[in-house]
Structure formats: structure tokens, C-alpha cells
């Protein structure tokens, strides 16, 4: 079987993986570099979800890249606007002339004695198989399996006669004027889809198991449309953008430090946007502590209007059985419907589904640690982006791309070709990924750890993240630089794992 060679091979064509790719084209134009994306398009997240309304939870001005200032005047931005974007960023730095569509990355073996990854990939338009090597292999597919989300056991729904669907396959063909939908969870998509589909639905109740936090933000930013209009748009880009990154910084660091305090004001907010006398507490006042979760942006408080309007409504029940005409509660309600939204969450997939060997052994990740939240233990010449949970992915993939760029020059400075991480000396380990959320919670076994402190801790603070990955020092403790070589470094400081057992 032919083979095809890069210096550098990116999985995955959605926003972080554009991203990665522009940063390769400039900071190491002498690199060759390709582009695997397993569906036709460019756009990742932004190109499959098409339910109504569809939208970012972050703010453009942090979800943007940092090299192309977001212009549009919405700063909640439609999904449609952000698929644009990103396919407008491919366009004008060449990025799409990289692109390999339809090649899904199965699975990628490194080998010590050439310093080279193979990956297997399939072609799921014509069914073949092809493989590529690489010397550097850096994964951009997200952490979230594309062609099934999370639906839970939903008793007597074989009886249901409506339409029942999933957001993240939104049916073309679906009409919801006029019709009564129950849309199941509490979580974004919910809270994005209960006011799109009330703007024409007779109806729309979100019925959730236990209420979320949800905060009403401005859809336009006010000091970004007065610095455009004095400043060039790369200067006033970099304002607002560090502007909300300080705000949602201090904003997390509070929420940790006084959740009692960020509680009664999320309780208060939502009060004074609701009827009077309505049921805060049961509705839009959860068990756990902000940020726990990531806290649910509602874009010029839409949701907050559809309820009091009343083409909305909140419940707060559990689901006795689905019936012909909707759905049966616990307290003995029915709440009819002609559509049922299944908004219930994902499903984590880590790599794209794809598996790593290293020297033939194949490396199980969760027993693996990472290394500044963007490389494993015992993997060499790997990355991966991870985007944050307390602010948006784009933050964390820029300095992702950039470090990774870092690394490239740093091993031609040096004469190296092979740098591997090692994990810490220790066994007080956490998931990397610190989330309570269900989608998190139902994975969270199959996903790498973290250690407990730096180079090894994966920070939630991108001011600090800005010194450690695009100013801190790319060798030590963590990390071992190399040459081709027979011997594969250990997997662990020290600790050698037996030939017969997996890297991790």
C-alpha cells in the first residue's frame, strides 16, 4: 500500500484544526503538513450541528483566533457565521488546499528506530484504506463521538406516535410551526433550542431531571463596536478579547472562592428576568456549586423572554413513561407533544475514536498523564487540543498550536528529533477533564490524567497558561528530548513498563 509523508499531520478540520494549521503556515512555513477530516466539509462542531438556533456558548471574541480578528457585530455568534468563518480562514491562508475529506484516522503507530508515526486511515467515501507517516502527529477532533450523541433509557418511547429527534442530527425535513415540543434536558442545547423553536412552535416545554445555571448576556458587545470604530480591528480585537478573558477569569476564581455569593446572584439575575412569583428555585437554582458545570450563556436573556411570554415553560420532573401522544411524568402530569427533543448530551470519544501504539504496544489512555494538558506520558512526538472548561476551546488551542510550533523549531535548534513526556512520580492523579457534567462523569475512565501540579496540571487560568505555553521553558522535568533510536524512552519517569503491557 502507497504511502504519503508529512512532517507534521493534523487530525481534524474544525476549529481548532484550521487553527493549528495557520499557526504551522506561519510560525514553520518549511514544514509540510497535511490535514485529515473525516467528514466532507470544513467546520468540525460548526458544520454538523444544524439544530435551530444553533449558536456558541462563548463569546467570539475568545472562541475567534487570535491571528484574525472577529468582525461581525454579533459576539454570541450563529453557528452558521462561525462555520464561515473558520471555512473563510481556511480559504485565505491555504489551509484547504491541505484538506484530505472523508479520511477518518483509525489508528497510528510510532516507531522508536525512525522517529515516525504510520496512520491508518479509511476512506469512508470510497471504502478504501490509505496510510500516511508523519514525524509529528497532532490531534484537533475534539472529544465528542459525531455520529451518535447521548440518549439515555427513556421508558415506553416505542409507544410514542410524534417525532422524536436528536440535535445532533437535526432532520432536514423537520417542520415544528404550530406543533407542541418538549424539548428533554437543561443543559446549552436545551436552553439554545427551547426559545429558537418557540419563535413558531405552538409550544415548547423544556423538561429537565434538575435545573442548570443560566446567565443572561448581551448578543453584541458595546465596547467592542466603539473601539472599531477608532482603533484598526486587530487593535481593538486584542482589547475586547483580553477584556473577557480577565472577566470570565475573575468570574471562575469567585464562583471557586465564594459560591455562595455567585449562587444568589445567579438566583437574582434570573428573578428579576422571570414573572413575578415564579418558581426560581425549583427551575434555575441547582444542587451543585457554579462551574461544577459550565454555566449556560443565554444570548439578550431569549430564554428568560420565550417563558415569560409564555411560549415557553420550564419543568422539573422525572419521566414516568413516554405515552402515544407525549410524555407521562412522575407527579402524574402528561405533557402532550408532536415532537420530542432528546437534547440529553453527548458522548466523549477521545482521539476521534482513533488508537496509538508506540513500539507495538498499544497505549491505554487512561493510564497515560498529560503534560501541560496537551501531550501524554510515553507518547512521543504527540499532541492533542483540549480546549477549556471554564472559557472557550479557541483560547486553549492558539497556545496549543503555538507550543507545538515551539517544540518543531526547538528540535531543529537542537539537532533532536524526538521529544517524549514523562509522567510524574506519583500517584495522585485526576481526570484531566474536571467537569461534573454527565458526559464528562460517563467517560471519565477512558480519558488521560492529570498530576498535581505543573508541568503536569492542566491550569483553567489562560493568563497563566499565556506565560507557561508561549513564554515558560520547553525542557524539564517533564519531557525528554531525543534522536532516532531502537530503544524507546520508559513511559514513566523511570518506572519501565514490561514489554506485554500497555503505554500509559
Known sequence: ????????????????????????????????????????AVGGTWDLFRYPGVRSDSDMYTLGYSFKPWTDPKAIADGDAIRDYVRQTAREYGVDRHIRFHHRAVRAEWDSATARWTVHAHRDDTGADTVLTCSFLFTNSGYYRYDAGYTPELPGVERYAGRLVHPQHWPADLDHTGQRVVVIGSGATAVTLVPAMAERAAHVTMLQRSPTYVIALPSRDRLAEALRRRLPAAAAYAVVRWKNVLLGVANFQLSRRAPGLVKRFLRRAARGRLPAGYDVDRHFAPRYDPWDQRLCVVPDGDLFDALRAGRAAVVTDTIDTFTERGIRLASGEELPADIVVTATGLNLLALGGMTLAVDGRQVDLARTVAYKGMMLSGVPNFAMTIGYTNASW??????????????????????????TPLAPDTDDLAPIIDLKSGYVLRAVDQLPK???A???????????????????????????????????????????????????
Open 394 to 419: 479557541t483560547l486553549k488551542a492558539d497556545l496549543v498550536a503555538t507550543y507545538v510550533c515551539r517544540l518543531l523549531r526547538h528540535l531543529d535548534a537542537t539537532g533532536q528529533q524526538v521529544v
Open 450 to 452: 492529570q498530576g498535581p
Open 1 to 40: 500500500m502507497p504511502t504519503d509523508h508529512v512532517d507534521v499531520l493534523i487530525v481534524g478540520a474544525g476549529l481548532s484544526g484550521i487553527g493549528a494549521a495557520v499557526h504551522l503556515t506561519r510560525d514553520c512555513p518549511d514544514r509540510t503538513y497535511a490535514v485529515l477530516e473525516a467528514r466532507g
Open 454 to 504: 505543573a508541568p503536569w496540571r492542566l491550569h483553567q487560568n489562560y493568563p497563566r497558561d499565556v506565560l507557561l505555553m508561549r513564554h515558560g521553558r520547553l525542557t524539564d522535568a517533564g519531557v525528554r528530548f531525543s534522536r532516532a533510536t531502537a530503544t524507546p524512552p520508559t513511559a514513566t519517569g523511570g518506572r519501565a513498563h514490561p514489554a506485554d503491557t500497555p503505554v500509559g
